[in-house]
């Protein structure tokens, strides 16, 4: 025991020199992130460093705002600046913070180029300088950065083109680059990226076609391409990223058809290709997504049925098939959309009935089926979804009566049967229970029978449109109670007596 005994003192003195040898590196190192932050704050704007009034050497580099520090080493590993209110340019001298692992100087007002120098930030797993007014183009260097996890460039007005290098970046999982300027096509070589799971490149100026080389990024959960110039066809290996959640090709130049593979993505809940040029029909296939809760195919050249599968979309909640080339009936399958939000199928060529089944739909708020052609009577079931806001069924062939049950309707805020071959008198209950409506439009229908007084109730309205009917007797007082019409058209009816004042 007296050897252990004698030793204990030994050791305890050797800590005690190692601890006084390293403070001086300790001290040197913290003296010398102290400096490079201090030349960073400089670049910027005098009048945007207010939040960065603890930034002074007589301060411990640790209690600075925005600092995270080892404990141990005391070595910098992240710096996060943002929503500061900085402006001004990045300084160069960040790229030799060799220990920094995350930067984040988003949502600021940072101007000037992405200085290269950020590609020596070897230890760097995030990068987050979103949200500024940086220019110039994506510094190649950034690809050096090999132990990336994530990088946010988007709000930006950077320009040029992606540049290759970060495909060499193999542990990026999440890149953003949107609400750029970025010109050229999407590199092929991005499927080098196996464990991305997020890649945004939407609202730039991207041209081109669709690699058929990202149905290779199977880790792939949110692919982002909307509002480009991408042209060219959706490739059927987008089938293939079993993952995926999110798929946004929406206001792009794509043409083909849709790829029944797209029916193979189970997980797919949010699935947008409005505003492009797809013709062809709707794959049945589309009705396997049971998770899918938005569906927007609108504005494009789609042509043939509207497939009853999807009725089978149970957790859908915004539907838009409009500006179309649809035809034939709205299948009855879709009254099955109880969880149905959104629901527009406007501008198409439909024909047939609307189905009595979609007043199941208890949770609409929004139902467009105007200009099309659909016949028959308004079903009296639509008066059961209590939740709508706007009811469009203008420009078609609809016949027979208003019925009265759409005065259930009583957060209705539009109501547009105009341009049809209704007929009868204008439901009386309209005025005493559709209390919060700023719109109703019943012109060039075949509506007899008087205006009722009880339109007078409606102290929301701003628009009254009545015109070419054959409607009868006065024009009622009780309009000059409406403080909020701005537009009163009655023309084209056999109205007579006096104008109220």
Not at 80 to 90: A, D, E, F, Q, V
Not at 113 to 118: C, G, S
Not at 226 to 242: C, H, K, V, Y
Request: a positive charge; one cysteine or more.
């Amino acid at each position: 025991m007296a050897p252990l005994f004698f030793s204990l003192p030994l050791m305890m003195l050797s800590i005690s020199i190692f601890s006084i040898s390293a403070l001086p590196h300790f001290l040197s190192n913290q003296h010398q992130q102290q400096q490079l932050l201090l030349r960073f704050k400089d670049a910027l704007s005098n009048n945007s460093t207010t939040s960065l009034l603890d930034w002074t050497p007589h301060l411990p580099l640790c209690k600075w705002a925005g600092l995270t520090c080892d404990p141990s080493s005391y070595s910098l590993l992240a710096l996060n600046l943002s929503y500061m209110n900085l402006k001004g340019t990045i300084s160069p001298v960040l790229g030799n913070l060799s220990s920094l692992r995350s930067l984040d100087l988003s949502n600021n007002a940072l101007t000037g180029h992405i200085p290269p120098q950020l590609g020596q930030l070897s230890s760097l797993r995030y990068l987050d300088l979103c949200n500024n007014v940086l220019t110039g183009h994506i510094p190649p260097e950034l690809g050096q950065l090999s132990r990336m996890h994530k990088l946010r460039l988007s709000n930006n007005q950077l320009h040029g083109t992606i540049p290759p290098s970060l495909f060499t970046c193999r542990n990026l999982y999440y890149l953003t680059l949107s609400y750029n300027q970025l010109h050229g096509s999407i590199p092929p070589e991005l499927s080098r990226l196996a464990s991305l799971k997020y890649l945004y490149l939407g609202i730039n100026n991207l041209t081109g076609t669709i690699p058929r080389s990202l149905g290779n990024l199977s880790a792939l959960v949110e692919l982002g391409l909307p509002e480009n110039n991408i042209a060219g066809t959706i490739p059927p290996e987008l089938g293939m990223l079993t993952h995926l959640q999110v798929l946004y090709l929406y206001k792009n130049n794509l043409s083909g058809t849709i790829p029944p593979s797209l029916g193979n993505l189970s997980k797919l809940t949010d699935l947008e290709l409005s505003e492009n040029y797809l013709r062809g029909t709707i794959p049945p296939e589309l009705g396997m997504l049971t998770h899918l809760q938005f569906l927007y195919l609108n504005t494009n050249k789609i042509s043939g049925t509207i497939p009853s599968s999807l009725g089978n979309l149970l957790k859908l909640t915004d539907l838009s098939l409009s500006q179309n080339d649809l035809k034939s009936s709205i299948p009855p399958e879709l009254g099955m959309l109880t969880q149905l939000q959104c629901f527009y199928l406007s501008a198409n060529n439909l024909s047939g009935t609307i189905p009595s089944s979609l007043g199941n739909l208890s949770k609409l708020t929004i139902l467009d089926l105007a200009a099309n052609h659909l016949q028959g009577p308004i079903p009296p079931e639509l008066g059961k979804l209590t939740e709508l806001l706007l009811l469009h069924l203008f420009m078609n062939n609809l016949s027979g009566r208003i019925p009265s049950s759409l005065s259930n309707l009583s957060k209705l805020n539009d109501l547009d049967l105009s341009v049809n071959n209704l007929s009868g008198h204008i439901p009386l209950k309209f005025g005493t229970k559709l209390s919060n409506l700023y719109a109703l439009v019943l012109f060039r229908n075949q509506l007899s029978g008087k205006i009722p007084n009880s339109l007078g109730g409606l102290r929301q309205l701003r628009y009254l449109y009545l015109h070419n009917n054959k409607l009868t007797g006065e024009v009622p007082v009780s309009l000059e109670a409406c403080p909020m019409l701005e537009k009163l058209y009655l023309s084209y009816n056999n109205l007579w007596g006096r104008i109220p004042r």
